[in-house]
Each structure stands twice: as structure tokens, then as C-alpha cells.
């Protein structure tokens, strides 16, 4: 599987209920761990004071990623999405840790 970085952010629909936002947040949680579980969400950070997220995301290409692991979230219709596709680099540290 290739590994891709991804920012979150996510808009509520002006008008949109509590009671939905609240729904569609346990049920994104609940995705969020079955993704979690199956190696497609390796990584999920919100930066300090942010209301955003950063995460690194596997699946076998760009298509699946977005079609079959991040089109499965319950808040992927309030979600803008920047993707980059993440190759390891000669100098990275954790690579000698892997391969050993």
C-alpha cells in the first residue's frame, strides 16, 4: 500500500442540526477505527488550537483512497480535502528501523 499525507478540514452546513453533527461524529469515530484496523489510517494529528487534522492514509492508489477509505467517512460531504502521495526518502530514519 502507498502512504499518502492528508489535511482535514471540515465545515458544518450553515442550518445543519446538533443532533446530526453530533451523529455524524460518533459514527465518523467508530469508521475512524475500523479504518484504523485495517491499516488504511495509520496516523491522525489536529494541530494545537486548529480545527483541522492531518493523518497519514494508506491504500493501494490515489482512486482507492479516495473512492473506497476517505469516501467511507461519515463527514467526507463537509470535508475539504488535500491529498499528497508520500514515498520514503534515502535519509529517513525509520526506514533502517523497518528493514532491520
Request: hydrophobic residues 40%.
Amino acid at each position: 500500500m502507498r502512504e499518502f499525507l492528508v489535511e482535514i478540514t471540515t465545515t458544518i452546513p450553515e442550518g445543519t442540526s446538533q443532533d446530526e453533527v453530533d451523529s455524524r461524529r460518533a459514527a465518523e469515530a467508530v469508521r475512524a477505527g475500523e479504518l484504523a484496523a485495517t491499516g488504511h489510517l495509520a496516523r491522525l494529528w489536529r494541530p494545537v488550537g486548529e480545527l483541522r487534522s492531518l493523518g497519514i492514509w494508506r491504500a493501494a492508489d490515489e482512486d482507492e483512497l479516495h473512492e473506497k477509505v476517505l469516501g467511507t467517512l461519515p463527514l467526507r460531504p463537509w470535508m475539504n480535502l488535500n491529498v499528497t502521495a508520500l514515498e520514503s526518502h534515502p535519509n529517513d530514519p525509520g526506514k533502517a528501523a523497518t528493514s532491520s
